[in-house]
């Protein structure tokens, strides 16, 4: 059994899907996703909608901060503009957008929920995965 980390996807599913057929994960392998499916690259839509897919090796989801900051702004309009500056506007565009104020609703319940059950990390016995950042002094729970 391997672990496999990939992380800062941004968006860009044709470079995943050859990164994993060159390391070929196994059934019995696991993959952990560190976080940064979405934003810059053309296809966070159609990425979001393969990491919801039933893949042929186990997997773990993280949370990175353009997640975050989708999440954020969904939940608060003050931080939109500065999502669309961080690479949420070809996220946007991969769902369809054309600046309609109201834009929450073109992302599926599927792709939010994904999005809302990410971990902030992983522990395992010989690792402690995160997306970018594990400060020594804070409970890994919180953040």
């Not at 393969?50 to 997640?67: I, Q």
């Not at 999502?83 to 600046?99: H, P, R, V």
């Not at 995160?130 to 804070?138: D, K």
Request: charge should be negative; hydrophobic fraction near 40%; proline fraction near 5%.
């Amino acid at each position: 059994m391997k672990l496999y980390a990939i992380g800062d996807i941004h968006g860009c599913l044709d470079a995943l899907e050859a990164l994993l057929q060159s390391v070929d994960p196994q059934p019995d392998d696991t993959v952990v996703f560190l976080g940064d499916y979405i934003d810059r690259g053309p296809d966070s839509r159609r990425l979001l909608d393969w990491l919801c897919s039933d893949l042929p090796f186990n997997t773990t989801f993280l949370r990175g901060n353009h997640e975050i900051m989708m999440m954020e702004s969904r939940q608060n309009p003050m931080l939109f503009l500065d999502w669309l500056l961080c690479g949420g506007q070809a996220t946007l565009e991969s769902y369809g957008w054309n600046g309609q104020l109201k834009w929450a609703g073109l992302v599926p319940d599927q792709h939010w929920n994904f999005l809302e059950t990410t971990h902030s990390y992983l522990e395992t016995d010989d690792f402690i995965l995160v997306h970018a950042n594990a400060i020594p002094t804070l409970d890994m729970a919180r953040h």
